[in-house]
């Protein structure tokens, strides 16, 4: 039994290197919060895109199973994410409905005025399940029964890229005291450091140069701190301010 897993989960991790570039895009969930792919991704979490659409059976019947996956799995965005992007022109209030109903808690999203990302996409049916990978952005068309496998291979892409940052020895500090956070750049070379809340909002963004400092003051909440090498290794950190 343990062989024919390790063999699942390296044929799913082969298909994954075999995976399409992911489409950025950007949208404002029906909560009100503006969420860009690229971001989410840069911050190390995985998102799962779930095309669907108010009046369809099969999404209503997969939704709770989609909730379920996106508390398991996602701590409210911490680590993963489940978008839930409505791609038949309902409107906001439709989708909150829908949401109410069918016990969906993760992020949706209106397509009613911006039907780009269903270009990107080539969304032409629902239900259609997309997931994403902070490991070079890929994003590969999923089956729903074949969700979780695909969250544990691409976290077993997030593991094995985290192991060779660590074997780097990165020379930066982070020293946190209350609401203040203070980033130490040690390397040789500059780095690229964003501080994301967890609800995906940027609240700083700037190049840290070489053998330098910074200081910020940051309200209370939990934040994903980013840095990223010239080498294109990403370093991410969490902190929670009381």
């Known amino acids: 039994m343990k062989l024919k897993i390790f063999i699942i989960l390296t044929g799913l991790i082969s298909v994954f290197a075999k995976a399409q570039t992911a489409e950025d895009f950007t949208l404002t969930s029906t909560d009100g919060v503006t969420f860009n792919l690229y971001?989410?991704?840069?911050?190390?979490?995985?998102?799962?895109?779930?095309?669907?659409?108010?009046?369809?059976?099969?999404?209503?019947?997969?939704?709770?199973?989609?909730?379920?996956i996106w508390q398991a799995y996602g701590y409210n965005g911490d680590s993963l994410w489940v978008w839930g992007i409505e791609s038949y022109n309902a409107d906001s209030a439709?989708?909150?409905?829908?949401?109410?109903?069918?016990?969906?808690?993760?992020?949706?999203?209106?397509?009613?005025?911006?039907?780009?990302?269903?270009?990107?996409?080539?969304?032409?049916?629902?239900p259609q399940y997309y997931i994403t990978c902070p490991?070079?952005?890929?994003?590969?068309?999923?089956?729903?029964?074949?969700?979780?496998n695909y969250i544990e291979s691409c976290k077993s892409e997030l593991y094995t890229n985290t192991k060779t940052i660590n074997q780097k020895k990165p020379q930066f500090l982070i020293f946190q005291s209350g609401n203040i956070l203070k980033v130490v750049n040690e390397e040789n070379s500059d780095l690229y450091l964003s501080i994301v809340k967890i609800n995906g909002q940027t609240i700083h963004s700037a190049i840290l140069p070489s053998r330098s400092n910074k200081e910020y003051r940051l309200k209370k909440g939990i934040y994903i701190i980013k840095l990223k090498y010239k080498s294109g290794f990403i370093q991410t950190s969490k902190i929670v301010v009381l």
Do not use: M, W
Request: charged content about 20%.
């Open 135 to 148: 490991v070079n952005h890929t994003a590969k068309k999923i089956s729903f029964e074949s969700i979780e």
């Open 39 to 68: 971001e989410q991704l840069d911050s190390g979490k995985i998102v799962i895109l779930d095309f669907f659409s108010v009046g369809c059976p099969s999404c209503q019947e997969n939704t709770p199973h989609l909730d379920s």
């Open 94 to 126: 439709q989708i909150e409905s829908f949401r109410q109903e069918f016990g969906a808690t993760f992020p949706c999203f209106s397509t009613k005025n911006d039907t780009e990302v269903l270009g990107l996409y080539n969304i032409t049916y629902t």
